[in-house]
């Protein structure tokens, strides 16, 4: 597990990936500090990581890279961390168009290639 400091190319992401889960690798985002961590078995566990890096839980969103796809096929807004109605989100799904948009942004800031 590790928060990214600077950014990595699609190979190292694969790399990473080929550790747990081969073609994925979840990821949580912080929208707020614009901070992105990666590799663990599951979301929470990276939550928990940002959570104790001085993140808020509110700016926290489980989201999963498919290592090898483009486009829309990269970015899986899908975590059992961002179920949480008092934010109006009820699913595990990230449903607010601005922070699909801002998870977006942090993944494009830290990975290249």
């Known amino acids: 597990m590790l928060i990214l400091q ?10 990473l990936a080929a550790n747990t ?3 994925m ?3 949580v985002a912080d929208i707020r500090e614009g ?3 990666v590799d663990a078995d599951m979301h929470a566990d990276l939550e928990k990581m940002l959570l104790l890096n ?6 926290l969103w489980g989201f999963n890279l498919w290592v090898d796809e483009k486009d829309d096929g990269f970015v899986e807004f899908d975590s059992l961390i961002n ?5 109006g989100n009820p699913s595990r799904d990230v449903l607010n168009p601005s922070v699909r948009n801002a998870i977006r942004g942090i ?3 830290y990975i290249v290639g």
Do not use: H, P, Y
Not at 6 to 15: D, G, N, Q
Not at 54 to 59: A, T, V
């Open 6 to 15: 600077s950014t990595i190319t699609r190979a190292e992401l694969r790399t």
């Open 21 to 23: 889960f081969g073609d």
């Open 83 to 87: 179920i949480r109605s008092w934010q």
């Open 107 to 109: 993944v494009s800031k």
């Open 35 to 37: 901070l992105m961590a």
């Open 25 to 27: 690798i979840k990821c």
């Open 54 to 59: 001085g993140s808020n839980q509110e700016d």
